[in-house]
Every structure is written in structure tokens, then in C-alpha cells.
């Protein structure tokens, strides 16, 4: 049996990618600047209604669109291997389509990846994180079907565009989040409440223009590029609260089968949702007294293209949970009603700066030995993983270092004990930066951005400087402090 003390004398493998997160809309700021058009978070945030803290927006954010070179001695002070950011769609293609493509936008992202590839750094790119155009969201966006050829147009536009230079493709990140909050509860942008249904129709069209997405991209660019294209799907842990209990056993498996694997069976295994979700949709919509099932149906053919279509598997993990059963006849035609699970969280785990975010480690582990298990052993790259600090943020983030080396031990664990095939892990965030309808209270980064500054001052974390060590070394050090 290896000891934990042990695994500190193991390295990462050769080749390992060390790597930190970003989203557009999270950092640049600029958000008409050199004829950018809007999108579905310019309009929420200038729409006010206490949606997002004090009211905040991301306009000028990290003002990374201007301060790109700032962003950059951050990442070459860390060491970092691979660069994870994504591009603003509208930036490009301020309607969304290739109709009229804004020149200023692909000269900001040629630099952003001439200047990486110059300092020996890979970019890993994200094509959609959160931010549709406008134009794009008041043609129905995710909800319509026209969505899917014109998602595939826009990644076509990019593969052209910068597919030479890079060659770690993401089509889009989080689709769950970008279903459940943005269309199901309205809690993030595009702020639409449609309980029962909107996360089914916005998923289904989100899984069809991804996989769409990745046969362009291996029909017309795989064999000059050479690059690889993925989904980036994120995942709590899910364990059942009472370990004796058959139904919170059960409950549990519905929890999974209505998060990662909603997505993540059609894409690696057979290009239909989980039996068991379409059981438990079907059921509840009999009894709502609905014609046929909310969630909607693969065709054959559209099955045979969305199976297989990724190139390896992106996780973004954050916490874990504890899931027992929970009855909710009353709730109406919406997703808890078909999933009918409560989320605990275990009073014993600390609270690392917001609410949801329970910091369990070992939850990692776990999830990196299920996805080997269950969706055939792929390359994973761990694409983000975070621990937030409420602001004001003390530079001196021990705990939070502390975490992350909790969080790399599991992965370890995972890679040596457990043969997981784990190929990089990036570090969410870069910097301190627009965290959604937490606006700037949540600290992510590994970098303080003063955002009360004209010059957007960025300045290292302690967590920053040990990260720093890691990647230099590819080892782990020893414990100095224990989470509390």
C-alpha cells in the first residue's frame, strides 16, 4: 500500500500540462471597444435587478483586452506549460454570424497566441464559455435548432482563423451550467425561466453543435493541424448521505446521470442520454399529463454523429456532495421534479469564501476513477478547479495552498494508484476576475487584481509562488498546514 508520504517523492509524468483558466467575458472588459458586438452577460449585467452583486458587470473587468501583456508576465511568473482562455464570439463575429467579421477581434486573439507560442506555451482555446451574442440569443440562441449549424459555422470561422497555431480545441464549457442557470432557473444570462423544459431543449441543441463541431473540425482541419477537440464538462462528487440507504444509493445515481452524464454518455458512449434520466423524465411528464417525454430524442442518425466525439475528456471540478432522496410531486413540470434529489452539504466540510463551494479534496479522486470507469479510460485534463476568497482577500491565501496541494495528492493518487490517465490540470483563475452573479466579491485567482485602480494592479498570491514551484519542479511538496 503507498503512503501519502510516499506519493511526494513521485513526479507528474513527463509532459504533464500545468496550466491556469480564463473566460472572456470574465477578464477582458472592453465590451464595445473596436466594434465588439454585445452579449447575453452585457445585457443581464446592464439590466440591474440585483441579479449580480451591487449590480456589477463585466465592461471592464481585468481590462485584459487592453492589458494582455500584464496577463502574460502573470503566466510566465508561474512557469505554466499551457494557457486555458476563451474567445468572446461577438468579439469576432459581432452578430454571431460570418456575415461581418470584426479584424480587431482576430488581431487581439493572433496576438494572445503568437505571443504564448513565443514564451513556449500551448493555448488551450475555449469556443463558447457563457457569452452568446446578443443577435444570436434573440433568435432563440441555444433554445433553436438553427443554433447548431450556426455554432458550427462560427467554429469553422476559428479552426480557419487560428487552427495553425493552436491545437487544444474546447467547443463549449459547462453546457449543464449554461442549461440549467441560463434557461432552466434564469439565474445566469440569458436570464430565461422555462422550468421542465428549457435545460432539455438548450442541451440537446448544445450536444448536437458540439458534435457537429468536432466532425468539421476532423473532416477538414484534423489532418493539417493536427490539433484535438473536447467539451468541457463540469462535475461535483456525488455520494449518498446515509451509505445504508437504497434509495439515497438510487438518488445518488440520478443526481449523476442528470449532471456529467447527461452529457458526457452521448458524447463518449453511444449518443443517447442515460437510461435512467430518460426513465425518470418520461415518468414525470406521463404523470404531469404531457404527450411524451420533456426531454427530447436523438434520431439514429443524429446518434451515430454525437457518439464519440471527443478527443479526450475536460473536467472541471469544484466540491462534492452528499445526495439523499427528496419527493417533489408538488414541484411542477422542472428539473428537481424529474430528478428528485436533495444536495447536502456535509457540516464537517469547511466553506472555502461561497456558500456552494464545500472544499473536499478527496472528491476529486473519486470523480477522475469514475470517468476511467464508466467512459472508457480517456485523457482527462482537469480544465479548471478552483477556491474562492471572499474580498477583501488576504494575499497571504495559505489555506487556499493548501487545498490545492490537498487537491493534487488525489490526483496523484488518482494517476499512480488508481492508472487514471490524467494529462494536465489547470488552476481556476488566472487572475481575480468577474465571477458571474458573484460580480468581483469571489476571488478566484491566482493573482489580487485591484480593481479600485485605473492600472488594474495584478499581484501574486502566496498561492501563486508555491503553484510556481510545482510546475517547476512537476512534484508536489510536502504539508506545512492542514485545512480547517
Not at 468536432?214 to 490539433?227: A, I, N, P, R, S
Not at 490524467?422 to 476571488?443: A, H, I, P
Not at 498570491?461 to 503553484?467: F, K, L
Request: glycine share 8%; with cysteine; charged share 25%.
Amino acid at each position: 500500500m503507498t503512503s501519502d508520504l510516499e506519493l511526494y517523492s513521485y513526479t507528474f509524468p513527463n509532459g504533464f500540462a500545468w496550466g491556469t483558466s480564463t473566460a472572456a467575458y470574465q477578464i477582458e472588459g472592453g465590451w464595445v471597444a473596436d466594434g465588439k458586438g454585445p452579449n447575453v452577460w452585457d445585457t443581464f449585467t446592464h439590466q440591474g435587478g440585483d441579479r449580480v452583486f451591487k449590480n456589477q458587470t463585466g465592461d471592464v473587468a481585468c481590462g485584459s483586452y487592453t492589458l494582455w501583456e500584464e496577463d502574460l508576465k502573470c503566466i510566465k511568473q508561474l512557469g505554466l506549460t499551457h494557457y486555458r482562455f476563451s474567445l468572446s464570439w461577438s468579439r469576432l463575429l459581432p452578430d454571431g454570424t460570418t456575415g461581418f467579421i470584426n479584424q480587431k477581434g482576430i488581431d487581439y486573439y493572433n496576438k494572445v497566441i503568437d505571443d504564448l507560442l513565443t514564451k513556449g506555451i500551448t493555448p488551450m482555446v475555449t469556443l463558447y464559455h457563457f457569452d452568446m451574442p446578443q443577435a444570436l440569443e434573440d433568435q432563440d440562441g441555444w433554445r433553436s435548432e438553427k443554433i447548431v449549424g450556426i455554432f458550427n459555422e462560427y467554429a469553422e470561422f476559428c479552426f480557419n482563423t487560428f487552427g495553425n497555431r493552436v491545437k487544444l480545441w474546447i467547443t463549449i464549457n459547462e453546457p449543464f451550467v449554461v442549461a440549467k442557470f441560463g434557461y432552466e432557473n434564469g439565474l445566469h444570462a440569458p436570464g430565461i425561466k422555462e422550468p421542465g423544459t428549457g435545460a432539455y431543449q438548450t442541451a440537446h441543441n448544445m450536444i448536437k453543435a458540439h458534435a457537429k463541431t468536432w466532425h468539421t473540425y476532423h473532416l477538414l482541419f484534423k489532418e493539417k493541424q493536427h490539433g484535438s477537440v473536447s467539451i468541457a464538462l463540469n462535475a461535483d462528487w456525488s455520494e449518498p448521505l446515509d451509505p445504508t440507504s437504497v434509495i439515497d444509493e438510487k438518488a445518488t445515481e440520478r443526481r449523476l446521470a442528470f449532471s456529467l452524464d447527461w452529457f458526457a454518455k452521448p458524447i463518449f458512449i453511444d449518443g443517447d442520454y442515460p437510461p435512467l434520466m430518460k426513465l425518470c423524465v418520461a415518468a414525470k411528464s406521463k404523470e404531469q399529463g404531457y404527450p411524451s417525454s420533456r426531454l427530447p430524442e436523438f434520431t439514429k442518425e443524429e446518434m451515430q454523429m454525437i457518439k464519440g466525439t471527443a478527443d479526450f475528456f475536460c473536467l472541471n471540478y469544484y466540491t462534492t456532495r452528499k445526495i439523499r432522496h427528496q419527493e417533489y410531486a408538488q414541484a411542477g413540470p422542472s428539473f428537481k421534479a424529474d430528478e428528485e434529489v436533495e444536495e447536502i452539504k456535509d457540516p464537517s466540510w469547511p466553506i472555502c469564501g461561497i456558500e456552494w463551494l464545500a472544499v473536499v479534496p478527496w472528491g476529486i479522486r473519486k470523480l477522475l476513477k469514475y470517468v476511467k470507469d464508466i467512459y472508457n479510460d480517456p485523457i482527462i485534463y482537469i480544465t479548471e478547479n478552483g477556491f474562492a476568497q471572499s474580498d477583501p482577500a488576504s494575499l497571504e491565501d495559505t489555506l487556499r495552498w493548501e487545498y490545492f496541494r490537498q487537491i493534487l495528492l488525489e490526483i496523484l493518487k488518482g494517476i499512480y494508484l488508481d492508472k487514471v490517465n490524467v494529462k494536465g490540470y489547470f488552476v481556476w483563475s488566472l487572475l481575480d476576475c468577474f465571477e458571474w452573479t458573484e460580480g468581483y466579491n469571489k476571488r478566484f485567482g491566482l493573482f489580487h487584481v485591484d480593481f479600485n485602480s485605473s492600472s488594474l494592479l495584478r499581484t501574486a498570491y502566496t498561492s501563486a509562488s508555491e503553484y510556481a514551484k510545482v510546475v517547476a519542479s512537476n512534484r508536489l511538496p510536502a504539508p506545512e498546514n492542514k485545512l480547517e
